[in-house]
């Protein structure tokens, strides 16, 4: 007897042969053939309760479409598991993996599950530019560019953009495109090419009323998507969480008070993060859940982030966090031309740089509000990946390029 793996988006499907019965060309040429390369094969299907599908094939003709080189790099069905780095040398062998696999099937069923949660709220997704002349906050993470005889960056993120499309009437756009930042921080929850998922809302003076859609994608979503992977017996499904509404919402000044560092304004680290993830999800039972009311402090350069109108030392800020990782950030923006210019002097910014947007406010603004969201980030988590480098096809990070 020989027997022979065959893998297409399907699954797996075992063929069978036995020697002297099987036409013995057919034979020889599974006996030989390397694995991983690509075959067609015609035959008989019969059920087994042998095989892990229920049925196995008895090839009647098959023809070699492409053979694979040896030794492979990295083995495709082998049970011990290669370092990420070795896998991510050798991607295209690792996708083949059905467990990696599953990653980009859930990422493309959410995507698809988020458009159509923004959609249904009246969303029209658009595209803005990714060469620019200056990034949005000005700085370090800015990759730069040759742009013919001048210097260009690559966008961190569409802030102004999506903004100049508020006072361009649009009222309520979507972008999920990916963002540049030059990280030099080797971490789990950082590369330099990411997937941002960014919503602007015309129209809003209240950040609960931003708080709520957010949450509300994100249980639509994450709602639908659950069924569509389990019906495709998507081994991730059952991790993806059941969520409610309304998420918990916790003051930037309560996550302070946790941490045992009253009032001191600087923005949450990585540790600090965990802890008020941990503390949450002991206290509410919740994994996602918003910061909110951030301090004008942790934001100084967010020129754009709305200071409250009552207490300038606060803004209507707040974060959207899962289990201690960061998802997304967002908030009421200034939308007032003398604010914001105040605002852009004191974050050391020139505003004759910014005078493309700032124009955008010159001829009536409305108020308005959206946030960021690290897609990668929230596969990251939907996943339960250690890596947010697993989340990416090809990810991009401070050592990373190729492939
Ligand atoms: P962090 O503090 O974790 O570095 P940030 O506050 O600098 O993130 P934002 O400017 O708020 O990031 O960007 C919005 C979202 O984009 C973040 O909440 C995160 O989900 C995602 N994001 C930002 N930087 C990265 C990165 N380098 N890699 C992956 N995702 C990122
Ligand atoms: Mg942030």
């Not at 991983?36 to 299907?45: A, I, K, L, P």
């Not at 209240?206 to 495709?232: H, M, N, Q, W, Y």
């Amino acid at each position: 007897m020989a027997f022979a793996l065959v893998r297409d988006g399907t699954g797996t499907t075992q063929i069978t042969l036995k020697r002297g019965t099987s036409d013995a060309a057919l034979f020889a040429l599974f006996e030989e053939l390397p694995r991983e390369s690509v075959v067609e094969v015609e035959g008989t299907v019969r059920k087994t309760p042998k095989s892990h599908r229920g049925v196995e094939l008895a090839p009647t003709r098959a023809s070699v479409l492409s053979r694979a080189a040896t030794p492979l790099p990295l083995g495709v069905v082998d049970k011990v598991g290669a370092e990420l780095d070795t896998r991510l040398n050798h991607r295209v062998l690792d996708l083949r993996k059905p467990a990696v696999r599953a990653i980009f099937e859930l990422r493309g069923v959410l995507l698809e599950e988020l458009r159509g949660a923004f959609r249904a709220r009246g969303f029209l997704e658009v595209e803005t530019p990714k060469l620019l002349r200056q990034g949005a906050e000005g700085g370090a993470t800015l990759f730069a560019v040759r742009y013919f005889d001048r210097t260009a960056y690559l966008a961190q993120s569409p802030q102004l953009y999506k903004q100049m499309l508020i006072g361009a009437g649009f009222e309520r756009v979507l972008e999920i495109a990916p963002a540049f930042r030059a990280e030099p921080s080797d971490t789990v929850r950082h590369i330099t090419e990411f997937g941002s998922l960014d919503a602007e809302v015309g129209y809003v003076d209240d950040p609960e009323e931003l708080r709520g859609i957010l949450e509300g994608v994100l249980v639509d979503a994450v709602g639908a998507a659950k069924p569509r992977l389990t019906a495709s017996s998507n081994p991730l499904a059952a991790g993806l969480p059941d969520l409610a509404k309304p998420f918990p919402r916790v003051s930037f000044a309560t996550c302070e008070a946790w941490l045992g560092r009253p009032g001191v304004g600087r923005d949450l680290g990585t540790e600090e993060e965990k802890a008020v993830g941990e503390r949450v999800a002991a206290e509410h039972g919740a994994p996602f859940y918003f910061i909110t009311d951030y301090p004008t402090s942790a934001k100084a350069s967010t020129f754009y982030a709305r200071r409250k109108d009552d207490d300038p030392a606060q803004t209507y800020y707040f974060d959207l966090g899962y289990r201690g990782l960061e998802i997304a950030s967002g908030g009421l923006r200034e939308h007032r031309l003398e604010r914001l210019t105040e605002n852009l002097v004191a974050a050391g910014l020139d505003p004759a740089a910014f005078e493309g947007y700032l124009e955008a406010f010159r001829y009536g603004m409305p108020p308005h509000g959206g946030w960021g969201l690290g897609v990668d980030r929230l596969v990251q988590a939907m996943a339960g990946l250690a890596n947010i480098r697993e989340s990416r096809l090809f990810p991009r990070d401070r050592y990373r390029l190729d492939p």
